[in-house]
């Protein structure tokens, strides 16, 4: 059963006014356990991924009625997949990540031992944006409980019935100690974000990620923050541009283009321009013949990113870009796939993440324009090469910086367990997923052990005995 949205059971004022009694509470329980086995961590990862198991079809539901219409299948592919995967992967592996790690003691130094302990840090936020509202509410959960951590998840106010079932969910399994679910408008949001966590990660916006930073500092709170940006795709000289059309266009049609991650322009050579443009409509309408009434065609998630997009295509279009829309209208917010060329930096769809179905193309000399084309702006999350030389893809990854890079294909780096992901500047900064995400909700500590022989008086005072000038000459040369 989808959520009952007009069941929520705190107005913002009351969430914001508990939100602290709340961390209090997750504190207490933390310090009361604060290092927890490991058995006892993976139950919790299990408890968890038995409760999506069970769920999916009312957590499918309640996704599609935010959406308004949400493919079943990119939910499971892109929301409950990548979760159970990442369970499954993080279960197998706590007890070898928690176990300590030996370090060299040099020989100045001995006898000692040396080892670093990772040690949970305590109470985690995670702030959730609503385009993927069970997976990046989920992926930063595996994290932070396979730490050994308490965690508070921030729901988004973009997707009610989503994050109202979570909430119901979570509580089922998980006291209000280990996991709890905030739900409430922005205000609530920025009022999480100033609680003293001790590790906070958000999944959104840039410009709201400021936000996120600058609240966080009046506790020096450290911060992971995934923030998206201009995910360039870069099709070469010489890749069929069936190939290359098929995958960018997979990876622009999952969630609509709402993905933080999704391929926002792509650079194609000058001469190959109108090829890729025919392949590229080749290619989206067979995987869509048409959008009226079809269920694997995912909706914007509100009227107002419907207004954003359509302002967008306004904007190029009264500066000079040609658009060529691929279907003739839209059904509800179902927005068509629309290339937009002719492109340049003035348009607010090349300033600004576009979030969606709109595909601007601009084209290139060589390579090395686009290499530059790429650097000149700010840096991405991920980035696309597309070309089966094998010398042109090591200087894709010598030549660029991104957060993420995907040869050959769009979005799937994200969903590998063993890889870090994460943004660089603009597009974020720390990394979570797998062993990275074990870490990042991690305070690595450095551990010394010496026992009753002690030869460090050697180097006390009084200075100058003959020893202390032997180690001198020794180590300092």
């Not at 295509?313 to 060529?324: F, R």
């Not at 709109?358 to 000399?365: Q, S």
């Not at 050959?408 to 720390?430: C, I, W």
Request: with cysteine.
């Amino acid at each position: 059963m989808v959520a009952d949205i007009a069941a929520f059971p705190l107005q913002n004022q009351q969430q914001i006014n508990e939100l602290d009694v709340l961390f209090q509470r997750q504190r207490a329980a933390f310090r009361a356990n604060p290092m927890p086995a490991a058995e006892q961590r993976i139950q919790w990862l299990q408890s968890l991924r038995q409760l999506l198991k069970n769920e999916q079809q009312a957590l499918i539901q309640a996704i599609s009625a935010d959406f308004s219409n949400r493919s079943a299948d990119e939910t499971l592919l892109a929301e409950l997949m990548p979760s159970m995967l990442g369970i499954h992967y993080a279960s197998k592996r706590i007890k070898k990540w928690m176990k300590p790690s030996k370090r060299a003691v040099g020989v100045a130094f001995q006898p000692a031992s040396a080892k670093v302990v990772y040690q949970p840090l305590g109470v985690v936020g995670v702030i959730v944006p609503w385009n993927y509202p069970l997976f990046l509410a989920v992926g930063p959960l595996i994290g932070a409980l396979g730490a050994g951590n308490r965690v508070m998840i921030k729901m988004s106010e973009s997707t009610p019935a989503t994050s109202l079932l979570f909430k119901q969910l979570m509580a089922k399994i998980f006291p209000e100690d280990l996991v709890s679910v905030v739900l409430g408008e922005a205000e609530v949001g920025m009022a999480f974000s100033k609680l003293p966590f001790d590790h906070l990660l958000f999944t959104g916006a840039t410009s709201i990620g400021k936000h996120v930073m600058r609240a966080a500092a009046e506790h020096l709170t450290p911060v992971t923050l995934e923030l998206g940006g201009k995910s360039p795709a870069i099709v070469s000289a010489d890749v069929p541009l069936a190939d290359a059309a098929e995958r960018i266009a997979f990876g622009k049609s999952v969630n609509a283009g709402q993905t933080c991650v999704a391929p926002d322009y792509v650079l194609v050579p000058k001469d190959r321009v109108d090829g890729f443009v025919e392949a590229y409509r080749q290619v989206v309408q067979g995987f869509y013949p048409q959008l009226t009434d079809n269920p694997d065609y995912t909706a914007i998630i509100n009227e107002r990113q419907v207004q954003r997009l359509q302002g967008y295509l306004s904007d190029a279009e009264g500066k000079g870009a040609k658009l060529v829309p691929l279907y003739p209208q839209a059904q509800g917010r179902r927005l068509p796939h629309t290339l937009v060329l002719n492109v340049n930096d003035d348009m607010k769809l090349m300033q600004d993440e576009i979030f969606g179905p709109l595909l601007p193309i601009v084209p290139y000399e060589r390579l090395e324009d686009a290499f530059a084309y790429v650097n000149d702006r700010p840096r991405p999350l991920a980035l696309y090469y597309f070309g089966y030389d094998k010398g042109e893809q090591q200087r894709v990854l010598h030549e660029t910086h991104s957060g993420g890079v995907c040869i050959n294909d769009t979005l799937l780096h994200v969903a590998q367990d063993d890889m870090p992901f994460g943004g660089v500047g603009p597009s974020g900064m720390g990394h979570y997923h797998g062993h990275e995400g074990f870490l990042t909700f991690s305070k690595a500590k450095g551990v010394l052990v010496k026992q009753r022989f002690n030869a460090s008086k050697t180097i006390y005072p009084p200075y100058g005995k003959a020893l202390q000038k032997l180690a001198y000459k020794l180590f300092i040369r």
